[in-house]
């Protein structure tokens, strides 16, 4: 198995409602604003790459919304996920599944692209599987008020049209020892419902995809949560219990927003889990 960091684009959020009710006061040492009160956030995926498969793990936001649209997330950098499959000398072509550990908008945008002519969407990965899963697929199509800005239908529904669309059968419990796409899943439901966080083994390590579970280093602290999570309270519980479990077991956690961090390790202090260790993905992962 081979593993690449794939830079799809960086942007900014809103500081505030990255951090929920933490005042700025305190998330602004570890996530600096800027005069407009937004911070930097990353859109850093994972290519597998195990025997006959290029699993793409999230797809960032895409090129293909509006330039007003772009224009609220004040892109920067010059990352794209062509250049960065080309890097490595893969194509969009060659993608065989793309697994989405949700459907908001900046997780999924670039897995559906404009066809040719632009009167219509087509995959953005002809030869490949999407997969997610079937309480999160009814929860992103039918949304809630609340998230309706984070499910793009454009995003979503060409997915299902094109006969690629797939769904990971959920265990019983919260984790699946081992999908169809041979790593397992925490399955959470406090960010948004049935959130899949892939955990894979690799070179004697546990590499965890962190997602919106743990959106950068600077939120290792239980409450400091989103304000963009639905439900919270959920999401404290289900927090707490992935960190200790880094902890005890020396996850590698692969973060997906941070611009600045790309993985971590975590420890157990008396303030509760808190940063261990910094590293880059050329540290860690196939060069």
């Not at 997610?132 to 995003?155: G, I």
């Not at 995809?209 to 963009?228: E, I, S």
């Not at 200790?244 to 008396?270: G, K, P, Q, R, S």
């Amino acid at each position: 198995m081979k593993l690449y960091p794939i830079e799809t684009g960086n942007f900014k959020l809103d500081g505030g409602a990255m951090f929920g009710v933490v005042p700025k006061t305190i998330w602004n040492k570890t996530n600096p604003a800027d005069e407009n009160n937004l911070i930097d956030i990353g859109a850093r995926c994972l290519l597998i790459e195990e025997g006959n498969r290029l699993i793409l793990i999230d797809t960032g936001m895409g090129n293909k919304q509006s330039e007003k649209f772009f224009g609220y997330y004040s892109l920067w950098g010059s990352h794209s996920i062509d250049k960065s499959l080309a890097k490595y000398g893969f194509h969009r072509d060659d993608i065989t599944d793309v697994f989405m550990t949700h459907l908001h908008f900046d997780h999924c945008g670039g897995s559906i692209q404009w066809n040719k002519d632009k009167t219509g969407y087509e995959p953005a990965f002809k030869n490949a599987k999407f997969w997610t899963n079937d309480n999160h697929w009814q929860w992103a199509t039918q949304p809630n008020a609340r998230e309706k800005a984070s499910f793009l239908s454009e995003n979503i529904l060409p997915m299902q049209e094109s006969g690629q669309l797939h769904f990971i059968k959920r265990p019983e419990g919260d984790f699946l020892n081992q999908s169809e796409l041979d790593f397992g899943i925490y399955f959470v439901d406090g960010h948004t419902e049935k959130m899949m966080i892939p955990h894979i083994q690799y070179q004697g390590k546990t590499i965890v995809f962190m997602a919106d579970l743990l959106p950068t280093a600077g939120h290792l602290p239980l409450p400091y949560v989103m304000g963009y999570d639905t439900r919270p309270l959920l999401t404290l519980p289900e927090k707490a219990k992935f960190l200790t479990a880094a902890a005890e077991n020396n996850y590698y956690l692969f973060l997906e927003h941070d611009a600045h961090n790309e993985i971590i390790t975590v420890e157990m202090t008396e303030k509760g889990v808190r940063q261990k260790e910094v590293f880059t993905c050329g540290d860690i992962l196939t060069n």
